[in-house]
């Protein structure tokens, strides 16, 4: 399984396990694009990860996206990792 994180605003986003990782994903009306990924991150003294895929929503620039990814790595622990 792979990890899609859906980056929504820098303070709101949501995980779903997904079996495939396509471009384009629609969720509640909105369509995200995939950033980056699937790519596995190196195992932590914790656990193993699955691939992780990170999405936003698609009408995003590169530059929009860049500060929504800097702002939500506070909270979510996959998009601080070394892979």
């Known amino acids: 399984m792979i990890s899609a994180i859906f980056l ?3 303070d709101d986003s949501r995980r779903e396990q997904v079996e495939e ?6 969720r509640e009306g909105v369509v995200y ?8 991150p190196q195992p932590t003294k914790e656990r193993t990860w ?3 895929a990170v999405y936003a929503p698609d ?10 990814f800097e702002a939500s790595r506070g ?9």
């Open 8 to 10: 929504i605003t820098p």
């Open 21 to 26: 990782a396509p471009e384009l994903l629609e």
């Open 33 to 40: 694009s995939l950033r980056g990924g699937p790519r596995t």
């Open 50 to 52: 699955d691939p992780v």
């Open 59 to 68: 009408e995003l620039t590169e530059e929009e996206f860049q500060d929504l």
């Open 75 to 83: 909270r979510i622990e996959e998009l601080n990792l070394h892979y």
